[in-house]
């Protein structure tokens, strides 16, 4: 069973900062693209940014994009999600999900695999 955890969620003000982390210990990882997703209190998982095996190809999707990066270090098995100017919009619960043999797509009935998710809150 494949496993990916996610980290670096919690409580930031408006216009603050955020890191999140993805690894996925012992998992071929250079062989997954990766995605980040989010959901907000009763509504859908919506599409945040993906990446390449490679990461030489990334997507972000316009809600977030240049504000929010996507980034990999496959020697650390980890992927990222650099967060800046966040807006209370942005609050919900994030996840991590991988796709073997796959490219960078927005559609997360391509993924194979997710994480439990990590909470992020933008308040005052």
């Known amino acids: 069973q494949v496993q990916l955890a996610e980290s670096g969620g919690g409580l930031v003000q408006p216009g603050g900062p955020l890191r999140l982390s993805c690894q996925a210990p012992g998992l071929p990882f250079s062989n997954y693209a990766l995605g980040w997703f989010r959901q907000a209190l009763g509504r859908e998982r919506e599409f945040v940014a993906a990446?390449?095996?490679?990461?030489?190809?990334?997507n972000h999707a316009n809600s977030v994009k240049g504000r929010f990066t996507i980034s990999r270090d496959n020697t650390k098995n980890t992927v990222f999600l650099q967060m800046n100017s966040l807006k209370p919009e942005d609050t919900a619960l994030y996840y991590c999900?991988?796709?073997?043999?796959?490219?960078?797509?927005?559609?997360?009935?391509?993924?194979?695999?997710w994480g439990q998710g990590t909470q992020v809150t933008v308040s005052s």
């Open positions: 999900g991988g796709r073997l043999w796959g490219s960078v797509t927005s559609r997360a009935g391509e993924y194979n695999y």
């Open positions: 990446i390449s095996m490679n990461g030489g190809t990334t």
